[in-house]
């Protein structure tokens, strides 16, 4: 199928849940990027991250927000969509690999916060694909 959606030209039904599964991901991790920047060092001793990775990470949600938006309106989405599963599928294998090999002395709130972020990550990433493939 090949309808436009009403209101916007570069979408059609078929690109539809790509783009919108990559557009919440951005406004979600955008929302999180916020305190993770204005609250680095409180979070970091909830969580037992080190405070300069909270920041780091805070500012990488923020850019991160801001391109895969811009990239789920590009005419063509399937390059940012790829990218954007990949960036997703690294994240959650990252989150796992620091609660299994104990990098850092996460409190209770800080394993339950990486372990929900790599389901998080593991979900979008699958809708995304879903999305991606029923491009063709």
Same mark, same amino acid.
Request: charged residues 10%.
């Given at each position: 199928?090949?309808? #436009?959606?009403?209101?916007?030209?570069?979408? /059609? @039904?078929? %690109?539809?849940?790509? /783009?919108?599964?990559? /557009? !919440? %991901?951005?406004?979600? !991790?955008? +929302?999180?990027?916020? &305190?993770?920047?204005?609250?680095?060092? &409180?979070?970091?001793?909830?969580?037992?991250?080190?405070?300069?990775?909270?920041?780091?990470?805070?500012?990488?949600?923020? !850019?991160?927000? !801001? %391109?895969?938006?811009?990239?789920?309106?590009? %005419? /063509?989405?399937? &390059?940012?969509?790829?990218?954007?599963?990949?960036?997703?599928?690294?994240?959650?294998?990252?989150?796992?690999? +620091?609660?299994?090999?104990? +990098?850092?002395?996460?409190?209770?709130?800080?394993?339950?916060?990486?372990?929900? @972020?790599?389901?998080?990550?593991?979900?979008?990433?699958?809708? #995304?694909?879903?999305?991606?493939?029923?491009?063709?």
């Amino acid at each position: 199928m090949t309808t #436009q959606l009403a209101g916007n030209p570069t979408v /059609r @039904s078929e %690109d539809a849940l790509v /783009r919108t599964a990559m /557009r !919440v %991901d951005a406004v979600l !991790v955008g +929302v999180v990027g916020i &305190p993770f920047v204005a609250a680095a060092r &409180p979070l970091a001793e909830w969580t037992g991250i080190p405070q300069a990775f909270v920041l780091g990470l805070g500012i990488f949600f923020l !850019v991160y927000a !801001v %391109d895969v938006y811009w990239l789920a309106g590009r %005419d /063509r989405v399937a &390059p940012g969509a790829w990218a954007t599963i990949v960036a997703n599928e690294v994240c959650t294998l990252a989150a796992l690999a +620091v609660v299994v090999l104990g +990098v850092w002395p996460l409190t209770g709130v800080g394993v339950a916060a990486l372990l929900f @972020s790599a389901v998080y990550t593991a979900v979008f990433a699958a809708a #995304q694909w879903i999305g991606l493939r029923r491009l063709g």
